[in-house]
């Protein structure tokens, strides 16, 4: 029509700032957001006691401090691996993000139905906070399955942390940091520094300062800070 396009015309059209595009998982917004891999051989993007970087409140830093799960499975999204830290046949990466996100709460709220009562402090006679034990009988059988099933959480996420860490290394070409510890380093740090580890990781594979952070999208990315431009 007479004003509109005409054949071989170039024109841009920006992306919006606002929707839905930071929550989807696509190539696109994946090779757009992860990044760049040339220029982080070899080294890693900062130091692991570098969690600070963003400031005290940045999305994955909180993650990192109140559920580091989380974190770890945004992580195992970008690089297109499952839950357990493989590899993922097909598509099945796109679902690692809500299968550590309902095992963890499904984690947390068992953890809390079998939670032993609390014990009772009281202030005696001189003024002195004492602390007595709580007087309610627990069954045998709770205090099993609670201790079993920290266990079992703990070391689930202590195992694909290490494998985790490890494929970061070895996709950037990352030489052991730690010479004393050799191919205990990233058992160590994910045993030691969880936390410092997975923000690390999370800054390894995002370039926040290109890339806001979001709390619970599958890959962390919120909205892009520099609009890409789309040519037609």
């Given amino acids: 029509p007479p004003g509109g396009v005409q054949e071989g015309q170039l ?18 917004i994946l090779n757009h957001s992860v990044a760049d891999e040339d220029s982080q051989l070899g080294k ?8 600070f970087r963003y400031g005290p409140c940045h999305v994955h830093l909180l ?4 559920c580091p799960q989380l974190l ?9 691996m499952n839950w357990l830290g493989e590899r993922s046949p097909d598509n099945e990466w796109q679902q690692t993000f809500r299968v550590v996100l309902l095992m963890t709460l499904s984690y947390w709220t068992v953890y809390a139905l079998l939670a032993p009562p609390s014990p009772i402090w009281i202030q005696d006679e001189q003024g002195r906070i004492v602390r007595l034990p709580n007087q309610q009988q627990v069954p045998a ?6 201790n079993l099933l920290s266990l079992l959480f703990g070391l689930y996420t202590l195992i694909v942390l290490t494998k985790l860490r490890r494929i970061i290394r070895l996709r950037y070409e990352i030489p052991v940091q730690f010479p004393r510890l050799g191919p205990w380093e990233d058992f160590c740090c994910a045993f030691w520094c969880g936390c410092c580890s997975v923000a690390q990781m999370a800054r390894q594979t995002c370039e926040y300062d290109q890339q806001s952070s979001a709390c619970c999208s599958p890959t962390g990315f919120g909205t892009s800070l520099h609009h890409p431009i789309l040519v037609v």
């Fill in 63 to 66: 993650n990192a401090v109140f």
């Fill in 141 to 146: 059988l709770q205090v099993i399955l609670y």
């Fill in 44 to 51: 890693w993007t900062d130091s692991l006691f570098d969690c």
């Fill in 11 to 28: 024109f841009t059209i920006p992306f919006p700032s606002k929707g839905d595009l930071s929550s989807e998982i696509t190539p696109f």
């Fill in 72 to 80: 770890m499975a945004q992580i195992l999204t970008r690089l297109k």
